[in-house]
């Protein structure tokens, strides 16, 4: 069993920057991938950023590239999201999300409880 506990979400303005945090943890921590999705009211849970945990090799949403970037610290288990130039349609619950090949929300094996980020205009 894999725990994912998310840190750094928070209300800020447009224009602004959070870095969200997303620590695992369990009996052995193994992944193909370990990302992001958002979900903002009333829609589906959609992919953000993805990095392949082995090679490091990285996957944005076209609505994030230029602003987001997802990083990995193999050593804590750690990865991160450093959001900048934040929009008002950034505003989501963000999901961290471990053990998947495909980046799509069905094919996550874990999700983290989510964290709020709210942007105002």
């Known amino acids: 069993q894999v725990q994912l506990v998310e840190s750094g979400g928070g209300l800020v303005q447009a224009g602004g920057s959070l870095r969200l945090s997303c620590a695992a943890s369990?009996?052995?921590?193994?992944?193909?991938?370990m990302g992001w999705f958002r979900q903002a009211p009333g829609k589906e849970r959609d992919p953000v950023a993805a990095?392949?945990?082995?090679?490091?090799?990285?996957y944005y949403a076209d609505s994030v590239k230029g602003r987001f970037t997802i990083s990995r610290d193999t050593a804590k288990n750690t990865v991160y999201l450093q959001m900048n130039n934040l929009k008002p349609e950034d505003t989501a619950v963000y999901y961290c999300?471990?053990?998947?090949?495909?980046?799509?929300?069905?094919?996550?094996?874990?999700w983290g409880q989510g964290t709020q980020v709210t942007v105002s205009s």
């Open positions: 999300a471990a053990d998947f090949r495909v980046v799509v929300a069905s094919e996550v094996g874990y």
């Open positions: 369990g009996r052995t921590f193994s992944s193909d991938a």
């Open positions: 990095i392949s945990w082995s090679a490091g090799s990285t």
